[in-house]
């Protein structure tokens, strides 16, 4: 039970890392202590809610944009739990996934609670209770994360739920309030939106994914709003209760400080996520967490403990499952002396609703902030013939460059397949590429794509073609 690397938690970093080491030609070990593989991203995060954000797309466009292209389908239903299954069957395919490639790498696997005894020890603990030990030259920390609670508020799992129940509720809830307005709020909410819950979405800043530049945010909240999705901004929650059967909330208007009550059949907590590093004796080893419960890492993502590494959603930055996955990469390549890295500016983010919203880079408040001279090229998809003969005509493309070099600085787009869009405006970043660069690149007829073209010529002197 020797093993040149441990890697404690199989999501997305964890099993990613595990496998760049055992090609590396490291005796490698992965410990999770569910019993399946794949972590939060895999069994209830990314990937369910990608398969309910697709049902439910379908259904909503079943019932409000088949029949203008022709397609008439009579008594249109929800079968709720055979969306349910297909959820599970797609996570279960997955997660198999995960565990043959842990065989084809030949990565030993152990179930349950893995702790440090010591920095070259570790203790795995099953459901029953038996324990054995593990010895290690190299540790790696990607136990990922957990909702985060709001103050005062009990998660009941029943009316009271987080993301993990919003995933497999017994039935369509007429009624729902979600309290938070980010990436999973959005995507969870317009999931019920779409299947006809009147969702009201309760926020303490002012817009939709704040995170995110402010175009994205006000242009999603047009989009959310034509599903019948209702908004409370600039509104703190000051109670949660629930009678077994309904849900009441209490919330004052920032603005106004006025007193409101909403109520629904479920309330939504979703206001962040928070790292989740319970049980690992990091008190054992030395290791104290920073601010917000986070392992602090040095350039190279090893701790203050010679050999222990962390990555993922227990370290500084994006809670992002491709993050995870690079950094998973970066420490398997620098134990064995590589000198690998990582373009943290250049990670996209994505959220899932539909349109979808992409960006990678600065936003224009970042710039402005920084007093950055930029100029801003933009392009709506309504402008394109692909997004009109498919019916996909809400959002844009919104180019950020230097005014004075023309580099592109940020791309932030929402509209049809941005996620997809977002990794052309990587690759152009990662090479430094100007608007110009990018406009004078051809781009094929008739895409989504042209919008990004047609973005770079706004901001290269206002040369756009196409409006």
Not at 119 to 138: F, H, R, Y
Not at 289 to 311: E, F, N
Request: proline share 3%; with cysteine; net charge neutral.
């Amino acid at each position: 039970m020797n093993f040149d690397v441990i890697v404690i938690g199989s999501g997305p970093g964890g099993y990613v890392a595990a496998i760049r080491t055992a090609q590396l030609g490291l005796k490698t070990a992965i410990i999770e202590k569910y019993d399946t593989m794949g972590g939060t991203c895999l069994n209830v995060g990314c990937i369910p809610s990608k398969a309910l954000l697709d049902s439910s797309e379908h259904y909503h466009n079943l019932t409000h944009t088949f029949k203008t292209h022709g397609i008439n389908v009579p008594n249109s239903e929800v079968d709720f739990g055979q969306m349910v299954k297909r959820k599970d069957e797609v996570v279960k395919q997955t997660c198999d996934g995960v565990s043959f490639l842990m065989k084809k790498n030949k990565i030993e696997t152990f179930t349950g609670m893995g702790s440090f005894k010591d920095k070259n020890t570790i203790i795995v603990t099953a459901k029953d209770g038996s324990t054995q030990e593990l010895t290690t030259k190299n540790t790696i920390i990607a136990t990922g994360s957990k909702p985060t609670p709001l103050p005062n508020v009990t998660i009941d799992k029943h009316r009271i739920i987080t993301s993990t129940e919003g995933l497999k509720l017994p039935e369509i809830p007429k009624t729902m309030i979600v309290i938070g307005a980010g990436v999973i709020a959005s995507e969870l909410g317009s999931v019920y939106a779409r299947l006809g819950t009147k969702v009201t979405m309760i926020e303490y800043l002012d817009s939709l994914i704040p995170s995110m530049d402010k175009t994205m945010g006000k242009e999603l909240h047009k989009s959310l709003k034509k599903i019948g999705m209702e908004f409370a901004f600039s509104h703190q929650v000051t109670g949660v209760n629930s009678d077994g059967k309904m849900v009441e909330v209490k919330a004052t208007d920032r603005k106004t400080n006025e007193e409101k009550t909403f109520s629904a059949e479920y309330c939504l907590v979703a206001i962040g996520r928070k790292a989740y590093t319970d049980k690992l004796g990091l008190e054992n080893i030395g290791i104290e967490l920073a601010r917000g419960g986070k392992i602090p890492v040095d350039a190279h993502l090893q701790t203050k403990v010679q050999g222990i590494y962390a990555i993922g959603d227990v370290i500084d930055g994006a809670m992002l499952a491709h993050k995870a996955e690079e950094e998973g990469v970066f420490v398997a390549e620098t134990i064995v002396g590589q000198k690998p890295h990582i373009h943290y500016h250049l990670i996209p983010g994505v959220v899932y609703t539909w349109p979808e919203v992409a960006s990678v880079g600065y936003t224009e408040e970042q710039l402005k902030e920084k007093a950055m001279a930029y100029k801003v090229g933009s392009f709506p998809f309504r402008a394109l013939g692909r997004a009109r003969a498919s019916m996909d005509v809400d959002g844009l493309v919104k180019v950020i460059a230097d005014e004075k070099t023309d580099e592109i600085l940020g791309v932030h787009i929402i509209g049809a397949r941005a996620a997809d869009m977002i990794a052309a405006a990587v690759t152009a970043m990662e090479f430094r590429a100007s608007a110009e660069d990018v406009a004078r690149m051809s781009h094929a007829h008739p895409t989504y794509m042209e919008a990004f073209k047609e973005a770079c010529l706004a901001a290269t002197a206002n040369r756009a073609l196409h409006i």
